[in-house]
């Protein structure tokens, strides 16, 4: 058996052909979902980048691993101390380690554990292929290499083989010559020129005035990236250069397709397509960036086409990225591995059984601190550091009317915060209990200075916002924030 992981950056679901986008971002992608299942409500338990993937690979939540954030201490996964024998667990109990043991060879071509310094990330990988551009790829950049490997090795038998892609993450970089294919095509509806104004208003890292982060720079070897919406026709340009990125990609990945079956192995070939996390698209007044642990930064794309398995089917049932692990554990008639934290959805591969979970916990360390939940209709925000955005602590939405969070009902709703903060501390109570460490590494993040892109921008931000006319939020900021003016 042959499987292909394409491991897309950035990926919003909703900005997919296949998931019900008007633009055609998707074909080659889309051409999987027809003969695949579709997930439609697939969460990464911890964003964004560096905390998804080693939820994803090591089968456990950041609260378990301590990898919840991008930098101090909360970007180190745990040590076993002691208790470890001549190898690690992550040696025997990764995804791809375990894939090793049922007889596959496991390759990955991605720059991912350079750009973070995840060494972890290779554990389990017989073969690595570093990309050399630390997240700054583009396709072209990729897929030849792909390209190679495919056709040195595709007719063997039994490989895993991770491939990662990076366009639809900023900074928006498909080529200049690629043009654009959805010029004149129609915008999201909800973000009106009203709503833009009052993002405008809105304060914090990537928002309309700030799509650099804390200022409105602008890279020129990154035309597509504006450091500023002024008006909806940046908003177009935004926008287009996102779906672009996903339409460039989505190119190469046909190309992907074409060497597989130039090498005869395409048809029986199990593909999985997911990402690490999505995009704040204006969700928030935040652009370009994967921020909170919101709806839009965590809800990913998830296809999967397996040989034998359902096809053209969609799953509305509530799964964790890290739940993929035990779904190839029982695919494959095996055990899952004693650490994993996930559950099995094969059944939905393979007979179309309904076996959601009743509710997730998401969680975002390194722009703001927040845990959500996510359970019906219903997704409930807890935040305890606000990365400078001026959240209140409490944020509720009811997805099914409103997808882009712009009405908290959290004051209107009280019994239904209850219950969420009930499953948040069920779920808390139950990691606490489930491993051997006494600290939450969220707390971490925030007794050692706040989320790594917040700390230490505060005081040059104040004076941002006193020269764009913002002023009346500094004194609040610095309630919040005493300690960034010590």
């Given at each position: 058996m042959r499987i292909l992981f394409l491991d897309l950056d950035t990926l919003r679901p909703d900005h997919l052909s296949c998931y019900g986008y008007c633009r055609n971002t998707s074909p080659n992608i889309d051409s999987i979902a027809e003969r695949g299942v579709r997930f439609n409500n697939y969460y990464c338990s911890d964003a964004p980048c560096l905390p998804s993937r080693t939820a994803l690979m090591t089968?456990?939540?950041?609260?378990?691993?301590?990898?919840v954030g991008h930098g101090g201490t909360a970007a180190d996964i745990r040590l076993e101390g002691s208790p470890r024998g001549f190898r690690d667990k992550l040696a025997h109990q990764s995804i791809p380690a375990f894939?090793?043991?049922?007889?596959?060879?496991?390759?990955?071509?991605s720059p991912f554990a350079e750009r973070h310094s995840a060494w972890h990330f290779y554990a389990g990988f017989s073969e690595m292929h570093n990309t050399g551009k630390g997240g700054g790829e583009s396709a072209e950049d990729v897929t030849p290499t792909v390209?190679?490997?495919?056709?040195?090795n595709a007719k063997q038998d039994n490989w895993f083989l991770?491939?990662?892609?990076?366009?639809?993450?900023?900074?928006?970089?498909?080529?200049?010559?690629f043009g654009n294919p959805f010029e004149g095509e129609p915008l999201p509806e909800w973000i009106t020129a009203d709503v833009l104004k009052k993002h405008r208003e809105i304060v914090g890292p990537h928002t309309a005035r700030e799509v650099s982060m804390y200022t409105n720079r602008e890279n020129p070897r990154f035309p597509r990236h504006l450091g500023e919406i002024k008006d909806m026709r940046d908003l177009r340009r935004f926008i287009d250069g996102y779906d672009c990125g996903i339409r460039y990609m989505d190119e190469h990945i046909g190309q992907i397709f074409a060497g597989l079956e130039k090498q005869k192995v395409l048809d029986d070939l199990a593909i999985i397509i997911s990402g690490d996390h999505a995009e704040n698209m204006g969700e928030f007044g935040i652009y370009g960036e994967h921020a909170t642990a919101d709806h839009p930064t965590c809800h990913i794309s998830m296809i999967i086409r397996w040989p034998g398995g359902r096809e053209g089917d969609v799953d509305d049932g509530l799964h964790y990225n890290l739940d993929l692990g035990p779904t190839l554990a029982e695919l494959f008639g095996k055990q899952p591995m004693p650490i994993w934290d996930g559950q099995s959805y094969a059944p939905?591969?393979?007979?179309?059984e309904d076996c959601g979970r009743d509710f997730l916990v998401l969680s975002q360390c390194a722009h703001v601190c927040?845990?959500?939940?996510?359970?019906?209709?219903?997704?409930?925000?807890?935040t305890y550091h606000d990365g400078y955005h001026l959240f209140p602590d409490e944020m509720l939405f009811n997805l099914n009317?409103?997808?882009?969070?712009?009405?908290?009902?959290?004051?209107?709703?009280?019994?239904?915060?209850?219950?969420a903060v009930y499953y948040l501390n069920q779920w808390h109570d139950d990691m606490m209990k489930s491993m051997p460490y006494d600290v939450?590494?969220?707390?971490?993040?925030?007794?050692?200075?706040?989320?790594?892109?917040?700390?230490?921008?505060?005081r040059a931000y104040c004076e941002r916002l006193k020269q764009t006319g913002r002023s009346w939020a500094i004194p609040e900021l610095k309630r919040r924030h005493p300690r960034e003016f010590e």
């Amino acid at each position: 058996m042959r499987i292909l992981f394409l491991d897309l950056d950035t990926l919003r679901p909703d900005h997919l052909s296949c998931y019900g986008y008007c633009r055609n971002t998707s074909p080659n992608i889309d051409s999987i979902a027809e003969r695949g299942v579709r997930f439609n409500n697939y969460y990464c338990s911890d964003a964004p980048c560096l905390p998804s993937r080693t939820a994803l690979m090591t089968g456990r939540f950041g609260i378990h691993t301590g990898v919840v954030g991008h930098g101090g201490t909360a970007a180190d996964i745990r040590l076993e101390g002691s208790p470890r024998g001549f190898r690690d667990k992550l040696a025997h109990q990764s995804i791809p380690a375990f894939l090793r043991s049922v007889g596959f060879k496991t390759v990955s071509i991605s720059p991912f554990a350079e750009r973070h310094s995840a060494w972890h990330f290779y554990a389990g990988f017989s073969e690595m292929h570093n990309t050399g551009k630390g997240g700054g790829e583009s396709a072209e950049d990729v897929t030849p290499t792909v390209l190679r490997w495919i056709e040195q090795n595709a007719k063997q038998d039994n490989w895993f083989l991770h491939v990662n892609y990076w366009d639809p993450h900023t900074p928006y970089r498909a080529p200049m010559d690629f043009g654009n294919p959805f010029e004149g095509e129609p915008l999201p509806e909800w973000i009106t020129a009203d709503v833009l104004k009052k993002h405008r208003e809105i304060v914090g890292p990537h928002t309309a005035r700030e799509v650099s982060m804390y200022t409105n720079r602008e890279n020129p070897r990154f035309p597509r990236h504006l450091g500023e919406i002024k008006d909806m026709r940046d908003l177009r340009r935004f926008i287009d250069g996102y779906d672009c990125g996903i339409r460039y990609m989505d190119e190469h990945i046909g190309q992907i397709f074409a060497g597989l079956e130039k090498q005869k192995v395409l048809d029986d070939l199990a593909i999985i397509i997911s990402g690490d996390h999505a995009e704040n698209m204006g969700e928030f007044g935040i652009y370009g960036e994967h921020a909170t642990a919101d709806h839009p930064t965590c809800h990913i794309s998830m296809i999967i086409r397996w040989p034998g398995g359902r096809e053209g089917d969609v799953d509305d049932g509530l799964h964790y990225n890290l739940d993929l692990g035990p779904t190839l554990a029982e695919l494959f008639g095996k055990q899952p591995m004693p650490i994993w934290d996930g559950q099995s959805y094969a059944p939905v591969l393979m007979e179309g059984e309904d076996c959601g979970r009743d509710f997730l916990v998401l969680s975002q360390c390194a722009h703001v601190c927040q845990r959500s939940v996510r359970f019906g209709p219903w997704l409930y925000i807890r935040t305890y550091h606000d990365g400078y955005h001026l959240f209140p602590d409490e944020m509720l939405f009811n997805l099914n009317e409103d997808p882009y969070e712009q009405h908290n009902l959290s004051e209107s709703n009280p019994d239904i915060c209850k219950d969420a903060v009930y499953y948040l501390n069920q779920w808390h109570d139950d990691m606490m209990k489930s491993m051997p460490y006494d600290v939450d590494p969220l707390w971490t993040v925030i007794k050692e200075g706040g989320p790594f892109h917040a700390k230490g921008h505060l005081r040059a931000y104040c004076e941002r916002l006193k020269q764009t006319g913002r002023s009346w939020a500094i004194p609040e900021l610095k309630r919040r924030h005493p300690r960034e003016f010590e």
